[in-house]
């Protein structure tokens, strides 16, 4: 089950039916199955405190993934800052609703084992993000054609 909360903020215009079989999708293409995952989404004050309170970190971060995998189930809590989505969004020259979907989907594929810190991981992140979001628009035009 995924679920969709806010604090601080409004929850963002998404279709979560949608969104979860997009996630549903993904998880199944590196053969994971989805258990609890749970978004809040929050603003950059609140991403702040959970940086600072949970991993000791300061400073703004677009997104903290907690992961309580269990072999091939995927559960998690992922903290989304909305602030820092929308100022990346103009920083990369994106619209806000792809940066966003990126930041969304970055969440799952680290419980899929995927990392960016290392040295070229951040590249082969980067590559899992995008033929993700080539699925969500794939699924999109799908269900444009059916309805």
Excluded: Q
Aim: proline letters at 1%; hydrophobic letters at 35%.
């Amino acid at each position: 089950m995924i679920t969709y909360n806010a604090d601080g903020t409004k929850l963002p215009k998404i279709k979560k039916r949608a969104t979860t079989e997009w996630i549903k999708a993904v998880a199944e293409s590196y053969k994971r199955k989805v258990g609890e995952i749970g978004y809040m989404f929050v603003d950059d004050d609140k991403i702040l405190e959970v940086n600072n309170e949970y991993l000791g970190h300061d400073y703004y971060t677009d997104i903290i993934t907690f992961d309580y995998c269990e072999g091939d189930i995927l559960n998690g809590d992922i903290v989304i800052s909305l602030d820092t989505v929308r100022s990346n969004a103009k920083k990369f020259g994106k619209s806000y609703e792809e940066e966003l979907y990126r930041v969304i989907i970055h969440g799952i594929l680290h419980l899929c084992g995927i990392n960016d810190k290392g040295p070229g991981e951040r590249e082969i992140m980067e590559a899992n993000e995008n033929a993700a979001l080539r699925l969500l628009d794939e699924m999109r035009v799908g269900n444009e054609r059916k309805g």
